[in-house]
């Protein structure tokens, strides 16, 4: 069955830092899409970043990269030179290809501190 | 303005009295879907669509009923709210396929007494 899994209820970390956020999927479909989004205390839905399964390179955008592992099945974002601003929950989510059905992790709370 | 719009932002109701949160979407996306978001337990989808008249359920539907009679709406519907639905609901919407983001209303706060 589809399933996402984030490990890490709550992350602390510096400005200017880099911080890893994890991700573990489980799916048989071999086509299936990855996506990260952020909330933050306003309560609002952002969407980071994608990974489609078939993508032979990590996605980028800014400075949020996904480190993909497919034979892991691990789906981890990465947020380079942290910033205050980068507080909030962050959402791991996964789309499969037969059932176009997109279902959530239970999330992490990132903190960003001076 | 590409939007998800969702209507009441916040409802305090009483057990038993039947609601309906709507949610409209103006990007003509096929794929709509209503979630809820309680502490710990992340988003879980109650209820999506795939296009008119075509509807599923997720994986928390009991007690929700969701009908998608337009592309553009795809109301939530509780026929006798109960304290456990006190939540707060997310609608969203996408174009259908693999590489589609999901672009979400600003979420319902419900609270059921």
């Known amino acids: 069955a589809q399933k996402i899994t984030q490990t890490q209820p709550g992350m602390f970390v510096q400005e200017k830092e880099a911080v890893t956020l994890d991700c573990t999927y489980d799916t048989s479909d071999p086509s299936y899409g990855l996506f990260w989004y952020k909330q933050p205390s306003s309560g609002e839905m952002i969407f980071l970043i994608y990974q489609g399964s078939y993508d032979q390179q990590n996605a980028t955008e800014g400075r949020y990269s996904l480190n993909f592992q497919k034979a892991r099945k691990s789906a981890n974002l990465v947020i380079s030179a942290s910033q205050l601003g980068d507080s909030a929950m962050y959402f791991c989510?996964?789309?499969?290809?037969?059932?176009?059905?997109?279902?959530f992790g239970t999330g992490t709370r990132l903190q960003v501190f001076p | 303005e590409a939007q998800v719009t969702q209507n009441p932002r916040y409802l305090i109701t009483v057990t038993g009295k039947k609601l309906t949160v709507t949610c409209s979407q103006n990007m003509n996306h096929e794929y709509m879907s209503w979630y809820r978001q309680d502490p710990g337990l992340g988003l879980r989808q109650i209820y999506y669509s795939m296009n008119v008249e075509v509807t599923d359920k997720g994986d928390v539907p009991e007690g929700y009923k969701v009908s998608r009679k337009e592309k553009r709406n795809f109301p939530l519907i509780l026929e006798s709210p109960s304290p456990n639905q006190t939540s707060l609901y997310f609608c969203?919407?996408?174009?259908?396929?693999?590489?589609?983001?999901?672009?979400f209303g600003q979420g319902t706060r419900l609270t059921v007494v």
């Open positions: 989510a996964m789309r499969e290809g037969s059932t176009d059905k997109l279902i």
């Open positions: 969203a919407s996408s174009f259908n396929g693999l590489n589609t983001e999901a672009f």
